[in-house]
Protein backbone atom coordinates (compact mmCIF):
# COMPACT_ATOMS: atom_id res chain seq x y z
CA UNK A 1 0.00 0.00 0.00
CA UNK A 2 2.85 2.55 0.87
CA UNK A 3 4.49 1.53 -2.23
CA UNK A 4 1.15 2.37 -3.99
CA UNK A 5 0.81 5.66 -2.48
CA UNK A 6 4.22 6.83 -3.71
CA UNK A 7 3.84 5.68 -7.07
CA UNK A 8 0.95 7.88 -7.46
CA UNK A 9 2.94 10.30 -5.85
CA UNK A 10 5.43 10.05 -8.02
CA UNK A 11 2.79 10.00 -11.01
CA UNK A 12 1.47 13.19 -9.57
CA UNK A 13 4.96 14.90 -9.65
CA UNK A 14 5.62 13.95 -13.02
CA UNK A 15 2.19 14.51 -14.16
CA UNK A 16 2.74 18.09 -13.47
CA UNK A 17 6.17 18.46 -14.96
CA UNK A 18 4.38 17.49 -18.01
CA UNK A 19 2.04 20.62 -17.90
CA UNK A 20 4.55 23.15 -17.09
CA UNK A 21 3.96 25.01 -20.23
CA UNK A 22 6.49 27.94 -20.67
CA UNK A 23 6.53 29.19 -17.24
CA UNK A 24 6.45 27.70 -13.83
CA UNK A 25 3.28 29.28 -12.19
CA UNK A 26 4.31 28.76 -8.50
CA UNK A 27 7.70 29.72 -9.25
CA UNK A 28 6.45 32.88 -10.32
CA UNK A 29 4.37 33.20 -7.12
CA UNK A 30 7.12 32.70 -4.86
CA UNK A 31 9.11 35.21 -6.41
CA UNK A 32 6.46 37.76 -6.06
CA UNK A 33 6.13 36.39 -2.24
CA UNK A 34 9.28 36.63 -1.27
CA UNK A 35 10.07 39.77 -3.02
CA UNK A 36 6.89 41.51 -1.36
CA UNK A 37 8.43 40.32 2.06
CA UNK A 38 11.94 42.43 0.78
CA UNK A 39 9.88 45.17 -0.36
CA UNK A 40 8.26 45.70 3.26
CA UNK A 41 11.42 44.88 4.99
CA UNK A 42 13.25 47.90 3.37
CA UNK A 43 9.83 49.79 2.45
CA UNK A 44 8.49 50.60 6.13
CA UNK A 45 10.42 51.83 8.80
CA UNK A 46 10.98 49.57 12.11
CA UNK A 47 9.20 50.87 15.47
CA UNK A 48 12.21 49.94 17.02
CA UNK A 49 15.73 49.36 15.17
CA UNK A 50 17.08 45.89 15.04
CA UNK A 51 19.35 45.64 12.49
CA UNK A 52 20.79 43.53 9.60
CA UNK A 53 17.58 45.61 7.73
CA UNK A 54 19.24 45.58 4.51
CA UNK A 55 20.70 42.64 4.50
CA UNK A 56 17.73 40.95 5.21
CA UNK A 57 15.98 42.43 2.28
CA UNK A 58 19.13 41.45 -0.18
CA UNK A 59 18.88 38.01 0.97
CA UNK A 60 14.80 37.83 0.24
CA UNK A 61 14.86 39.98 -3.02
CA UNK A 62 17.96 37.58 -4.07
CA UNK A 63 15.61 34.78 -3.28
CA UNK A 64 12.96 35.98 -5.76
CA UNK A 65 15.10 36.78 -8.50
CA UNK A 66 16.29 32.66 -7.90
CA UNK A 67 12.65 31.92 -8.25
CA UNK A 68 11.90 34.43 -10.82
CA UNK A 69 14.67 32.70 -12.91
CA UNK A 70 13.60 29.28 -12.17
CA UNK A 71 10.09 29.69 -13.22
CA UNK A 72 11.86 29.87 -16.90
CA UNK A 73 13.80 26.91 -16.79
CA UNK A 74 12.47 24.58 -14.12
CA UNK A 75 11.01 22.02 -17.09
CA UNK A 76 14.35 21.43 -18.00
CA UNK A 77 16.06 20.49 -14.78
CA UNK A 78 14.79 17.08 -14.50
CA UNK A 79 14.29 15.60 -11.39
CA UNK A 80 15.63 18.52 -9.78
CA UNK A 81 13.05 20.58 -11.37
CA UNK A 82 10.17 18.02 -10.29
CA UNK A 83 11.52 18.59 -6.39
CA UNK A 84 11.29 21.84 -6.90
CA UNK A 85 7.48 21.93 -8.68
CA UNK A 86 6.71 19.03 -5.42
CA UNK A 87 7.48 21.98 -2.71
CA UNK A 88 6.64 25.33 -4.61
CA UNK A 89 3.04 26.21 -2.40
CA UNK A 90 5.47 26.06 0.47
CA UNK A 91 7.92 28.28 -1.11
CA UNK A 92 5.33 30.45 -1.28
CA UNK A 93 3.99 29.89 1.84
CA UNK A 94 7.54 30.78 3.42
CA UNK A 95 7.99 34.14 1.80
CA UNK A 96 4.24 35.04 2.73
CA UNK A 97 5.10 34.35 6.08
CA UNK A 98 8.40 36.20 6.11
CA UNK A 99 6.29 39.38 5.24
CA UNK A 100 3.17 38.53 7.44
CA UNK A 101 6.15 38.25 10.02
CA UNK A 102 8.07 41.68 9.50
CA UNK A 103 4.89 43.71 9.43
CA UNK A 104 3.18 42.06 12.62
CA UNK A 105 6.53 42.90 14.25
CA UNK A 106 9.30 45.17 13.25
CA UNK A 107 6.99 47.47 11.27
CA UNK A 108 3.71 47.75 13.27
CA UNK A 109 4.65 46.14 16.74
CA UNK A 110 1.50 44.27 16.83
CA UNK A 111 3.90 41.70 18.69
CA UNK A 112 6.35 43.91 20.26
CA UNK A 113 10.06 43.72 21.78
CA UNK A 114 11.52 42.30 23.64
CA UNK A 115 9.39 39.37 23.61
CA UNK A 116 8.86 38.96 19.53
CA UNK A 117 11.65 39.08 16.82
CA UNK A 118 11.08 40.09 13.02
CA UNK A 119 13.30 37.61 10.68
CA UNK A 120 15.79 40.29 10.16
CA UNK A 121 16.15 40.78 13.65
CA UNK A 122 17.34 36.61 14.14
CA UNK A 123 19.38 37.32 11.37
CA UNK A 124 21.20 40.23 12.99
CA UNK A 125 22.02 37.88 15.67
CA UNK A 126 23.86 35.40 13.69
CA UNK A 127 25.53 38.55 12.30
CA UNK A 128 26.64 39.71 15.52
CA UNK A 129 26.53 37.10 17.94
CA UNK A 130 27.54 34.03 15.24
CA UNK A 131 30.97 33.23 16.86
CA UNK A 132 29.68 32.46 19.69
CA UNK A 133 26.97 30.34 18.54
CA UNK A 134 29.43 28.52 16.76
CA UNK A 135 31.46 27.36 19.61
CA UNK A 136 27.40 26.63 21.12
CA UNK A 137 26.75 24.38 18.57
CA UNK A 138 30.06 22.43 19.08
CA UNK A 139 30.05 22.30 22.45
CA UNK A 140 25.90 20.96 22.17
CA UNK A 141 26.80 18.04 19.46
CA UNK A 142 29.65 16.74 21.69
CA UNK A 143 26.95 16.38 24.69
CA UNK A 144 24.43 15.07 22.73
CA UNK A 145 26.70 13.04 20.66
CA UNK A 146 28.03 11.43 24.08
CA UNK A 147 24.70 11.34 25.97
CA UNK A 148 22.72 9.88 22.78
CA UNK A 149 25.14 7.27 21.45
CA UNK A 150 26.17 5.92 25.44
CA UNK A 151 21.90 5.83 25.40
CA UNK A 152 21.29 3.95 22.49
CA UNK A 153 24.03 1.35 22.88
CA UNK A 154 23.57 0.49 26.31
CA UNK A 155 19.10 0.70 26.11
CA UNK A 156 19.96 -1.80 22.72
CA UNK A 157 22.01 -4.50 24.55
CA UNK A 158 19.30 -3.99 27.29
CA UNK A 159 16.31 -4.45 24.96
CA UNK A 160 18.03 -7.65 23.25
CA UNK A 161 18.52 -9.61 26.57
CA UNK A 162 14.88 -8.31 27.56
CA UNK A 163 13.66 -9.42 24.37
CA UNK A 164 15.32 -12.89 24.35
CA UNK A 165 15.88 -14.24 27.93
CA UNK A 166 12.58 -14.87 29.96
CA UNK A 167 14.70 -14.85 33.20
CA UNK A 168 16.28 -11.45 32.62
CA UNK A 169 12.90 -10.17 31.36
CA UNK A 170 11.06 -11.50 34.35
CA UNK A 171 13.44 -9.27 36.45
CA UNK A 172 14.41 -6.51 33.99
CA UNK A 173 10.94 -5.52 32.04
CA UNK A 174 9.53 -4.19 35.96
CA UNK A 175 12.21 -2.09 36.54
CA UNK A 176 12.23 -0.39 33.05
CA UNK A 177 8.40 -0.10 33.38
CA UNK A 178 9.34 1.46 36.25
CA UNK A 179 11.79 3.96 35.40
CA UNK A 180 10.32 4.80 31.90
CA UNK A 181 7.60 7.03 32.35
CA UNK A 182 9.61 8.87 35.29
CA UNK A 183 10.61 11.95 33.08
CA UNK A 184 15.00 11.80 32.87
CA UNK A 185 15.16 15.43 34.48
CA UNK A 186 13.30 14.04 37.33
CA UNK A 187 16.65 12.58 38.41
CA UNK A 188 18.97 15.39 38.28
CA UNK A 189 19.21 15.15 42.30
CA UNK A 190 20.49 11.52 41.95
CA UNK A 191 23.07 12.71 39.38
CA UNK A 192 24.32 15.00 40.82
CA UNK A 193 25.42 12.53 43.99
CA UNK A 194 26.27 9.64 41.30
CA UNK A 195 28.95 12.01 39.07
CA UNK A 196 31.41 13.68 40.49
CA UNK A 197 31.21 16.57 37.43
CA UNK A 198 28.12 18.21 36.16
CA UNK A 199 29.52 17.45 32.41
CA UNK A 200 28.74 13.62 33.56
CA UNK A 201 25.47 14.39 35.04
CA UNK A 202 24.53 16.02 31.49
CA UNK A 203 25.74 12.92 29.89
CA UNK A 204 23.70 11.02 32.16
CA UNK A 205 20.66 12.26 31.61
CA UNK A 206 20.45 12.70 27.77
CA UNK A 207 21.83 8.48 27.70
CA UNK A 208 18.77 8.02 29.93
CA UNK A 209 16.13 9.87 27.65
CA UNK A 210 17.93 8.35 24.58
CA UNK A 211 18.22 4.45 26.31
CA UNK A 212 14.74 3.84 27.55
CA UNK A 213 12.73 3.89 24.26
CA UNK A 214 15.34 1.94 22.44
CA UNK A 215 15.28 -0.91 25.24
CA UNK A 216 11.54 -0.72 25.26
CA UNK A 217 11.14 -1.09 21.12
CA UNK A 218 13.96 -3.38 20.88
CA UNK A 219 12.60 -5.86 23.50
CA UNK A 220 9.33 -5.79 21.30
CA UNK A 221 11.02 -6.09 18.32
CA UNK A 222 12.99 -9.55 19.66
CA UNK A 223 10.27 -10.68 21.62
CA UNK A 224 7.57 -10.22 18.47
CA UNK A 225 9.79 -12.69 16.42
CA UNK A 226 8.48 -15.80 14.84
CA UNK A 227 9.42 -19.13 16.66
CA UNK A 228 9.21 -21.05 13.94
CA UNK A 229 12.21 -19.05 12.82
CA UNK A 230 14.18 -20.35 16.05
CA UNK A 231 12.74 -23.89 15.95
CA UNK A 232 13.95 -23.98 11.94
CA UNK A 233 17.52 -22.28 13.07
CA UNK A 234 17.72 -25.15 16.04
CA UNK A 235 16.95 -27.68 13.79
CA UNK A 236 19.27 -26.58 10.74
CA UNK A 237 22.52 -26.83 14.20
CA UNK A 238 22.23 -22.93 15.23
CA UNK A 239 23.44 -22.51 18.59
CA UNK A 240 21.63 -19.38 20.86
CA UNK A 241 24.22 -16.68 19.60
CA UNK A 242 23.61 -17.40 16.05
CA UNK A 243 20.08 -17.08 16.41
CA UNK A 244 20.26 -13.59 18.21
CA UNK A 245 22.73 -12.65 15.95
CA UNK A 246 21.49 -13.68 12.14
CA UNK A 247 17.13 -14.09 13.15
CA UNK A 248 16.67 -11.86 16.45
CA UNK A 249 18.19 -8.63 15.99
CA UNK A 250 17.79 -8.76 11.94
CA UNK A 251 13.98 -9.37 12.20
CA UNK A 252 13.79 -6.77 15.17
CA UNK A 253 15.49 -3.76 12.87
CA UNK A 254 12.21 -1.77 12.47
CA UNK A 255 11.16 -1.51 16.23
CA UNK A 256 14.53 -0.41 16.54
CA UNK A 257 14.85 1.77 14.41
CA UNK A 258 11.14 3.36 15.87
CA UNK A 259 13.57 3.57 18.80
CA UNK A 260 16.09 5.55 17.94
CA UNK A 261 13.53 8.39 16.34
CA UNK A 262 11.88 8.49 19.99
CA UNK A 263 14.93 8.63 21.56
CA UNK A 264 16.24 11.34 19.15
CA UNK A 265 13.21 13.60 19.64
CA UNK A 266 13.24 12.82 23.95
CA UNK A 267 17.21 13.36 23.93
CA UNK A 268 17.17 17.01 22.17
CA UNK A 269 14.03 17.72 24.60
CA UNK A 270 16.78 17.09 27.87
CA UNK A 271 19.19 18.73 26.28
CA UNK A 272 18.38 22.28 26.85
CA UNK A 273 17.78 21.31 30.70
CA UNK A 274 21.13 19.12 30.97
CA UNK A 275 23.67 21.91 29.68
CA UNK A 276 22.06 24.06 32.64
CA UNK A 277 23.20 22.04 34.83
CA UNK A 278 26.24 24.23 35.25
CA UNK A 279 27.86 24.19 31.66
CA UNK A 280 29.72 27.34 30.08
CA UNK A 281 29.09 26.89 26.60
CA UNK A 282 26.04 25.10 24.80
CA UNK A 283 23.07 26.50 23.11
CA UNK A 284 20.74 25.53 26.61
CA UNK A 285 23.30 27.54 28.14
CA UNK A 286 22.85 30.22 25.49
CA UNK A 287 19.47 30.03 25.78
CA UNK A 288 19.47 30.12 29.53
CA UNK A 289 22.04 32.96 29.55
CA UNK A 290 19.83 35.33 27.00
CA UNK A 291 16.49 34.48 28.92
CA UNK A 292 18.21 35.99 31.96
CA UNK A 293 19.22 39.47 30.15
CA UNK A 294 15.66 39.18 28.15
CA UNK A 295 17.63 38.63 24.59
CA UNK A 296 14.49 36.97 23.51
CA UNK A 297 15.75 37.21 19.88
CA UNK A 298 19.07 35.39 20.49
CA UNK A 299 16.85 32.62 22.07
CA UNK A 300 14.68 32.44 19.03
CA UNK A 301 18.09 32.19 16.95
CA UNK A 302 19.42 29.47 19.35
CA UNK A 303 15.56 27.50 19.04
CA UNK A 304 16.08 27.56 15.71
CA UNK A 305 19.98 26.36 15.26
CA UNK A 306 18.38 23.46 17.24
CA UNK A 307 15.26 22.54 15.51
CA UNK A 308 17.85 22.07 12.17
CA UNK A 309 20.25 20.58 13.83
CA UNK A 310 16.92 18.07 14.99
CA UNK A 311 15.62 17.72 11.67
CA UNK A 312 19.00 17.13 9.78
CA UNK A 313 20.01 14.35 11.74
CA UNK A 314 16.37 12.61 11.71
CA UNK A 315 17.00 13.14 7.91
CA UNK A 316 20.48 11.29 8.13
CA UNK A 317 19.04 8.37 10.12
CA UNK A 318 15.90 7.82 7.97
CA UNK A 319 18.82 7.71 5.24
CA UNK A 320 20.76 5.51 7.49
CA UNK A 321 17.45 2.99 8.03
CA UNK A 322 16.63 2.97 4.49
CA UNK A 323 19.96 1.67 3.77
CA UNK A 324 20.27 -0.82 6.07
CA UNK A 325 16.52 -2.37 5.94
CA UNK A 326 16.43 -2.33 2.11
CA UNK A 327 16.67 -6.15 1.89
CA UNK A 328 13.43 -6.19 4.02
CA UNK A 329 11.15 -4.46 0.74
CA UNK A 330 8.47 -6.76 -0.08
CA UNK A 331 9.48 -9.80 2.21
CA UNK A 332 8.24 -8.03 4.88
Not at 144 to 154: D, K, R
Amino acid sequence: MTDAIQAAGDDAVVGNVAAVNGLWRDGLLAAAAWLAAALVTIGLPDVVPWGSVSLFAWITAGVAAIFLTLSVIVHRLGRAGEVLIHYGPWVIVVGIWLAVWELTTAKFGWLPKPFFSPPHGLLNVYVTDGSRLLICIGYTLRLWALGFLSGIVVGYGVGVALGWSRRFSYWGMPLLKLIGPVPATAWIPCTFYFFPTTFGASIFIVALASGIPVAILTASGVGSVNRAYYDVGRILGADSRYLIRRVAIPSAMPHVFVGLFMALYYSFAVLVVAEMLGAKYGLGWYIQFQTAYSGYANVYAALLIMALLCAGIIRLLFVVRDRLLNWQEGFI
